[in-house]
């Protein structure tokens, strides 16, 4: 099977984007362990199913679809099983800073926050909100690419971008606020 798909172009098609892979599966579980999972599960079935890719249609669309139907059976699998497991806050929660600096430029000011930070507030989207930021804004797909990646259309995925970015950014304030670096206005 592996000869199969790999002579027909999944080396060409597939190899190129495992990093997407990666990191696509890290933005959905936030978590290293189960993204190195979700990716490698990914992988395998893309070089499975390499036959149903159709040549010269768009091949991370069509592996990033298979990226996030193993992402959701593996959230089924977890449900049913009863072990899906909350985020760790400790783990990711830093102390707050004694800082009563206020920073007026929102660049400045994202850069005062931890990978955690932005983590932790990235994982209080709703999923679907979180996967199409993350498509749009970290792997700067089109409208037209996430909607064929979800099975939505662009009205929709313009919705959930819009969202998530208004969500993100006033978690991102209440961290702000939270640590000292502003004084709760907007």
């Known amino acids: 099977m592996y000869l199969r798909g790999y002579n027909n172009g999944f080396e060409e098609n597939v190899l190129p984007h495992l990093d997407m892979v990666y990191r696509t599966a890290l933005a959905l579980c936030g978590s290293s362990e189960n993204a190195e999972d979700i990716a490698q599960c990914s992988i395998l079935r893309a070089l499975e199913r390499f036959e149903t890719f159709t040549p010269g249609t768009n091949s991370k669309a069509w592996l990033l679809q298979i990226v996030r139907n193993i992402w959701r059976d593996q959230l089924r699998l977890q449900k049913r099983r009863g072990n899906v497991l909350p985020i760790d806050e400790e783990m990711i929660t830093e102390e707050k800073t004694e800082s009563k600096v206020v920073w007026t430029d929102a660049q400045e000011l994202l850069e005062n926050f931890s990978d955690e930070q932005v983590i932790k507030a990235l ?32 009205g929709t995925v313009k919705s959930r971008t819009s969202r998530a970015r208004s969500a993100l950014k006033d978690r991102l304030f209440f961290y702000a606020t939270e640590m ?7």
Do not use: K
Request: hydrophobic share 35%; proline share 3%; net charge negative.
């Open 123 to 154: 994982s209080h989207l709703p999923d679907d909100q979180r996967l199409t930021l993350f498509l749009i804004d970290v792997e700067q797909f089109s409208q037209d690419e996430v909607a064929e990646i979800t099975g939505v259309s662009v």
């Open 180 to 186: 000292g670096l502003r004084r709760g206005e907007r």
